[in-house]
């Protein structure tokens, strides 16, 4: 055969954005309705891939808020009162809708949040339907949870999440909060509250009592607003541990329950004898998964120096076939950071590695022209003492640090103000298990990273904040135990 | 009987007097430490890798260059006992020209057979560019006495042969006899001659372990083959995603420490024109574009041929035709 000289180049191959139909605007879902904010004020929301406006979305105010906090009381005097397998009915209507229009949400998040299709169509969605699946199982089980023999609601939940899992992180707080009897409130963070608007016609198409679930969207006015209000009985918020000590300080001292789930800076441990062709997809998994926004996100990559240069070697060949682009596009690994502030937080802190005399390593990788775009990046030659291997930066940044013993590995894992996440590399399964017993991280994963399940807790140590999510850990933090 | 690389190297330098290796194979117990010094594999990841590289969506022009790229990868196959000269020299003519509506198709890589039919296939084939291969050394269990095994592949080079496809003795790797395994790939290299290109074949569904694979893998490259192949398409478990991504894994590493380039064979369930892409997808990504080219990567198969050319015909006239337009055989 003729020697070609093309190489085998993968043509676009971009998911249609005809499935999925964006209004030009948008109101806040209280008691069942969509409703315009009372003051009228509204705020845009962008495709931080293509800086393109998607869409108009209401602005709450107090008095917003408000009343959907009324909304969700008045519908807490019926919604626990039905039996568990009612409730259940509902969440597994829901589950099978999100299943049904999952490709539809799928492009919708990728369009809102510039994370990869590939990603929402293959991590973000299964695990939303799941997470409903699992804790619609629940509803008619509380008695056997562990928590007595009829463990009541807490009541109003008001939830706040954030932009790097939006529909995944509201999966997270709706479904337990229904399943155990509660009603909510939940405001999405505000560069990404499509798809929990989407969510609310989910809610409508299952024919969910009105008021069991209102979204008010809006910034941190209205999340303050929200934590603050009396009418609410349980707060949980996942974001940053900044925003999380304001909303400890407001909760302190009134009858509120909190759940926290904040910032992390994970250690991913390699070992010498660590397979080393997985452990480089772990590391590469680890760090640009959503484009290293993920606030369990293995950023902090400790390597045994024994290993060091090989890993390396290996690690950069790799991150060099990572294809950055439209998010749109089936093929892309890599898709937008989700904000322009967003993308210059990373960028100053980048900045700063490498002004610290950290080495920064970047492959060759064009960067489009429209949008908020990072390439994926290593520093090496990493200490303790670098800021980049302390502060998490919440971009697809890898810091490189070394270690030579597993009590040195150890040691520099826990030496950080977080404590949500690890990863252990090694075929050694005994070194896995003293490992992960000392690790002071609310999941240590073993020859993996990121992995989620609906039946695994999910939480942290120190300023990782409080409480779990998901399994029958999470179920306590909406029951009165 | 000669332990070490033949005497004059064929044009791809022999493996076993690359740089920092070749005393790996000095006795029993080095290689045994070098083989089992290599990185693990873990089975969870490494599928897991293979699946999520099967989901690349390869369309339009990608998607024409990866089936005429495939087409022109395989190595046509038949290993029957019923194989006759008639049915050897029809596949030959389809080797030559797969799909005779269209003359741009490209021909395969080569025709594979038994010993005894290589003359008849070298006649079909002759002139063509399409090479013959043979799998000599008592396919497909490699059970009988070395000299059996390689008076088989000097029968198969003496008729013609261009290719050797040689089984490797799984009972004495999984006995742990590695030197034994080595020295009969060294000998058989070494019957090959400078003339013929020798694929080795580990059967990896009876090797059962990843790890075990990835050793297979660098037993054959040190000892000296061309190609590395995953199986006889006669086992219940053959080419899979999986245990080609890590043979790609192995001749990807193998190079960079040694500067020796090997190829890459899966052989035995591939039918589809996907599944074919989802391979070409693997070689892309793991071992890079200079395996994409049939002198270094090749598909054992005998059904994938026609839905690639049923697929390629698709894409060319915008319908699908159906069997009875690609030829039985």
Redesign the interface.
């Known amino acids: 055969?003729e020697?070609?000289t093309?190489?085998?180049?993968?043509?676009?191959?971009p998911e249609s954005r005809a499935v999925v139909d964006i209004a030009p605007s948008y109101g806040l879902f209280i008691d069942g309705e969509f409703a315009e904010a009372a003051d009228g004020k509204v705020f845009k929301t962008v495709s931080p891939a293509t800086e393109e406006v998607l869409s108009e979305v209401a602005e709450a105010g107090e008095a917003d808020v408000d009343r959907a906090v009324r909304a969700a009381r008045k519908a807490f005097e019926t919604w626990p009162a039905l039996p568990g397998a009612e409730r259940a009915k509902y969440l597994f209507r829901i589950a099978r809708i999100i299943q049904e229009r999952g490709r539809e949400l799928a492009v919708l998040e990728t369009l809102d949040n510039g994370k990869p299709i590939?990603e929402t169509r293959?991590a973000d969605l299964p695990l939303v339907a799941a997470h409903f699946f699992y804790h619609a199982g629940w509803a008619d089980k509380l008695s056997h949870a562990g928590y007595g023999p009829d463990p009541r609601p807490l009541g109003v939940a008001g939830q706040v999440i954030p932009w790097n899992f939006p529909l995944l992180m509201l999966a997270w707080k709706v479904a337990p909060a229904l399943a155990t009897g509660n009603t909510v409130v939940l405001k999405p963070a505000e560069t990404t509250p499509l798809s929990a608007l989407f969510f609310a016609d989910v809610c409508r198409q299952a024919g969910l009592p009105k008021g069991v679930v209102n979204i008010v969207t809006g910034d941190g006015r209205a999340g303050a607003a929200l934590v603050a209000h009396p009418g609410v009985d349980k707060v949980a918020f996942t974001g940053s541990t900044a925003v999380g000590k304001q909303i400890a300080r407001t909760v302190a001292g009134t009858r509120k329950k909190l759940t926290l789930e904040l910032g992390g800076k994970g250690a991913n441990i390699v070992f010498d004898?660590?397979?080393?062709?997985?452990a480089v997809?772990?590391i590469v998994n680890g760090i640009f998964f959503n484009q290293g926004q993920v606030c369990c996100a293995g950023s902090r990559l400790l390597v045994q120096e024994s290993v060091h240069d090989e890993v390396l070697d290996a690690l950069k060949r790799r991150v060099s076939?990572l294809r950055l682009g439209d998010p749109l596009d089936?093929?892309t690994d890599i898709g937008a950071i989700n904000s322009a502030q967003q993308l210059a937080r990373i960028t100053e802190l980048a900045d700063r590695g490498e002004a610290e005399g950290a080495e920064r390593w970047s492959p060759a990788c064009e960067l489009p022209e429209q949008g908020y775009w990072f390439a994926p990046t290593l520093f090496t030659n990493v200490t303790q003492a670098h800021t980049v291997a302390r502060d998490e930066i919440f971009g697809p940044v890898l810091s490189v640090l070394t270690f030579r013993t597993p009590d040195e590995a150890v040691a520099k894992a826990n030496n950080t103000p977080y404590g949500l996440s690890a990863g252990i590399w090694t075929?050694k399964g005994s070194r896995i298990l003293a490992v992960a017993n000392r690790l002071r991280a609310g999941v240590v994963w073993s020859?993996?990273f990121n992995k989620f399940d609906p039946t695994s807790p999910f939480g942290g140590y120190k300023e990782s904040g409080f409480g779990r999510e998901g399994g029958r850990h999470g179920l306590e933090a909406y029951l009165d135990v | 009987m000669p332990t070490t690389a033949p005497a004059a190297p064929a044009p791809d330098a022999s493996a076993a007097s690359a740089p920092g290796l070749a005393d790996v194979t000095a006795s029993d117990s080095t290689l045994r430490r070098f083989l089992h010094g290599l990185?693990?594999?873990?089975a969870?990841?490494?599928e897991?890798?293979a699946a999520s590289l099967g989901?690349?969506?390869?369309?339009?022009?990608?998607?024409a260059?990866?089936l005429d790229?495939a087409i022109?990868m395989v190595d046509l196959t038949t290993l029957e006992g019923a194989d006759t000269p008639g049915k050897v020299r029809a596949l030959g003519a389809k080797a030559v020209r797969p799909d005779p509506t269209d003359r741009a198709t490209?021909?395969t890589?080569a025709v594979c057979v038994y010993p005894d039919m290589v003359p008849f296939a070298r006649e079909a084939v002759a002139g063509s560019?399409v090479k013959v291969a043979s799998v000599a050394t008592a396919f497909p269990a490699g059970r009988a006495s070395m000299a059996v095994k390689l008076a088989d592949v000097r029968e198969a080079v003496a008729a013609g042969a261009d290719e050797v496809d040689m089984v490797i003795d799984r009972g004495a790797f999984l006995a742990g006899d590695y030197l034994k395994v080595h020295d009969e790939i060294t000998a058989v290299k070494e019957a090959c001659g400078a003339s013929a290109r020798l694929k080795v074949i580990f059967e990896t569904g009876e090797l059962s372990t990843y790890d075990n694979i990835r050793r297979a893998s660098w037993l054959g490259m040190l000892a000296g083959a061309d190609f590395i192949k995953t199986s006889t398409g006669k086992v219940a478990v053959n080419a899979t995603p999986a245990n080609t991504l890590l043979m790609l894994?192995a001749v990807r590493d193998f190079r960079a420490q040694t500067g020796v380039q090997v190829g890459v064979k899966p052989a035995g369930g591939i039918r589809t024109a996907k599944d074919a892409i989802k391979f070409?997808v693997l070689v892309?990504?793991t071992a890079g574009?200079d395996w994409?080219?049939?002198h270094w990567f090749r598909f054992g198969a005998s059904s994938l041929l026609n839905d690639l050319l049923m697929q390629r015909q698709k894409l060319a006239t915008g319908r699908y035709s159906g069997p009875d337009y690609v030829t039985v055989d």
Do not use: C
């Open positions: 055969m020697k070609r093309s190489a085998f180049e993968y043509a676009p191959a590939r293959d004898d660590a397979p080393l062709d997985q997809e772990g076939t089936k093929n075929e020859n993996t | 990185p693990g594999v873990d969870v990841g490494l897991a890798r989901t690349r969506s390869i369309k339009t022009t990608a998607k260059y990866a790229l022109s490209p021909s890589a560019g894994e070409l892309n990504e574009e994409l080219d049939n």
